[in-house]
């Protein structure tokens, strides 16, 4: 199944959910904050060597909906295109031998439960994603040993997983029935780095962005005297 099916197959996941009889409360979300790809490059720790894993910027945009179950508890899920980029090095006697910087793009679907308390909303669920879009830059150091040179290689494709799998975790403020001001964390529980190349250390998404949200369709709330009432014509 190529990369294309699998997003068509995404987007038609989503659309069947939010087609099922019932109301929904449909909006768009934008958030902005670091994000991550956790790894282990497997240091000798023995031989002094040790490894740095950084946070870049990382961003997310896309829709939502959300159907009230019951009383407090709501299901929501959504359509994301997130942005995550990561940047390890490797050190060995406090001297750089490596480092890489990857930037991924991921197409995501969540599937999350909410509690409303008040003006708080508060959710927890998993997330689906895949990426259709990737770059990096691999940096190599020899020049610190005394032999070679410095070099860099540039590559449009890093030989990842077509899915990515982990845990999302929301809070959210309402400040009007139509926005919303939030933060979301994201932890991957999958490895999406694909071994096949020969590279066999792993890859695990992480991202913690603050969020805005606005509500194109918020949920009708039942009006008071809704129900017309009869009145009683008098008898002549």
């Known amino acids: 199944m190529n990369k294309r099916t699998y997003i068509m197959g995404l987007v038609g996941l989503l659309l069947s959910v939010v087609s099922a009889q019932g109301q929904w409360e449909v909006g768009v979300l934008a ?16 031989r002094g060597e040790y490894q740095v894993v950084d946070r870049r910027f990382s961003w997310l945009l896309g829709g939502s909906a959300t159907h009230k179950l019951s009383g407090p508890l709501s ?7 997130s942005f995550i980029a990561g940047h390890d090095e490797y050190w060995q006697q406090d001297v750089k031998i490596r480092a890489t910087d990857r930037q991924v793009h991921y197409l995501n679907v969540p599937l999350i439960v909410q509690l409303d308390l008040g003006r708080f909303r508060f959710g927890a669920g998993y997330q689906l994603g895949t990426p259709f879009m990737e770059s990096g830059t691999f940096h190599t150091y020899p020049y610190a040993n005394g032999w070679g040179e410095y070099s860099n290689k540039e590559y449009s494709d890093l030989a990842l997983t077509r899915t990515d799998f982990g845990a999302v975790g929301e809070l959210g403020l309402r400040f009007s029935d139509r926005m919303a001001l939030g933060i979301r964390y994201y932890y991957g529980l999958q490895n999406v780095k694909d071994p096949s190349d020969g590279i066999r250390s792993p890859l695990m998404n992480e991202q913690l962005v603050l969020t805005i949200g606005y509500n194109i369709l918020p949920k009708r709330k039942a009006k008071s005297g809704e129900t017309p009432v009869e009145e009683t014509v008098p008898v002549e």
Do not use: E, K, Q
């Open 75 to 81: 299901f929501s899920t959504g359509l994301y295109w």
């Open 31 to 46: 958030g902005a904050g670091t994000g991550r790809m956790n790894t282990d490059l497997w240091p000798a720790t023995g």
